[in-house]
T-cell receptor, first 114, second 109 residues
Framework: GAVVSQHPSWVICKSGTSVKIECRSLDFQATTMFWYRQFPKQSLMLMATSNEGSKATYEQGVEKDKFLINHASLTLSTLTVTSAHPEDSSFYIC??????????FGPGTRLTVT | GQNIDQPTEMTATEGAIVQINCTYQTSGFNGLFWYQQHAGEAPTFLSY??LDGLEEKGRFSSFLSRSKGYSYLLLKELQMKDSASYLCASVDSNYQLIWGAGTKLIIKP
């Protein structure tokens, strides 16, 4: 149980375009989902916390107009990187929380912006 | 404030034992996680400690001392596949995770 999927696994896009990444909890309802970004050889950086049916809470320094998060249902959250630039190239990982503290991670999405 | 410290890198020999330490300062502490992350992959859950003491799970054990703000992950009978980054993360009063930078463990034959 407690499986989280992400789609796509990897994506290459041109600078200036937008990319949508989906995060799904497959066998449980996730009231809270988290979006992380990880640059090579660095730790996870929390971007935002997403609660179903409400606006996401963004961490300091993360542009909410650039990284659009929608938590439309208890099993789906999406992250849209708008007007992507090469510096947005990174590994994006979502996690879903089932109870108070347990987080289950998706497999990650590798974004490359050319 | 919130702070997590763990060594940047450690090296150990196949078949040996290694201990990865993690110290934390977390307000409203609600436990500590250890995750394993192989290069290019998402983290996978190893352990969660909220009470003092040692929890053993196969070759991996995790220890917590709340009074000292200290935890360690003990890996026994090291295998080459254990080469990975090991992340500790504390849980704060809002049940948010505070992440350490990770310890890269290199296993040599």
């Amino acid at each position: 149980g407690a499986v989280v999927s992400q789609h796509p696994s990897w994506v290459i896009c041109k600078s200036g375009t937008s990319v949508k990444i989906e995060c799904r909890s497959l066998d449980f309802q996730a009231t809270t989902m988290f979006w992380y970004r990880q640059f090579p050889k660095q730790s996870l950086m929390l971007m935002a916390t997403s609660n179903e049916g409400s606006k996401a809470t963004y961490e300091q320094g993360v542009e909410k107009d650039k990284f659009l998060i929608n938590h439309a249902s208890l099993t789906l959250s999406t992250l849209t990187v708008t007007s992507a630039h090469p510096e947005d190239s990174s590994f994006y990982i979502c996690s879903a929380r089932q109870r108070d503290y347990e987080q289950y991670f998706g497999p990650g999405t590798r974004l490359t912006v050319t | 404030g919130q702070n997590i410290d763990q060594p940047t890198e450690m090296t150990a020999t196949e078949g040996a034992i290694v201990q990865i330490n993690c110290t934390y300062q977390t307000s409203g502490f609600n436990g500590l996680f250890w995750y394993q992350q192989h290069a290019g992959e998402a983290p996978t859950f190893l352990s969660y400690n909220v009470l003092d003491g040692l929890e053993e799970k196969g070759r991996f054990s995790s220890f917590l001392s709340r009074s000292k703000g200290y935890s360690y992950l003990l890996l026994k009978e090291l295998q080459m596949k254990d080469s990975a980054s090991y992340l500790c993360a504390s849980v704060d009063s809002n049940y948010q995770l505070i992440w350490g930078a990770g310890t890269k463990l290199i296993i040599k034959p």
